[in-house]
Nanobody, 127 residues
Framework: QVQLVESGGGSVQAGGSLRLSCAAS????????MAWFRQAPGKERQGVAE????????NYADFVEGRFAIYTDNAKNALYLQMNSLKPEDTAMYYC????????????????????WGQGTQVTVPS
């Protein structure tokens, strides 16, 4: 069964940190492109960061500005997003996403490149 389950969201003061986790079923974790997206109310879904699990290669959206890190734990089939120096504009629902395995990454952070999606975890940074 294909499954992505996010956790780790919450409310944090500006300048604080959060680590988001995504537990993935093994089928979609191995040799696959996985990513984090976010969507704020009234806005389109926006790519944050993506990683190819086979090599660890990564790509980040410009707005990340070195504040976030995407990484994996192969022993746990888990994807993470470490977010530091959070800003109020980072407030959004954050989603874990995965493509079908062995297709490689387009490195474009486009939502339509991803087939599987989690339910999301809310991140709130009050202004």
């Amino acid at each position: 069964q294909v499954q992505l389950v996010e956790s780790g969201g919450g409310s944090v003061q500006a300048g604080g940190s959060l680590r988001l986790s995504c537990a993935a079923s093994e089928y979609i974790y191995r040799s696959n492109c996985m990513a984090w997206f976010r969507q704020a109310p009234g806005k389109e879904r926006q790519g944050v960061a993506e990683i190819y699990t086979g090599t660890g290669a990564t790509n980040y959206a410009d707005f990340v500005e070195g504040r976030f890190a995407i990484y994996t734990d192969n022993a746990k089939n888990a994807l993470y997003l470490q977010m530091n120096s959070l800003k109020p504009e980072d407030t959004a629902m954050y989603y874990c996403a995965a493509d079908n395995p062995h297709r490689g990454c387009t490195w474009s952070l486009r939502a339509y490149d991803y087939t599987y999606w989690g339910q999301g975890t809310q991140v709130t940074v009050p202004s």
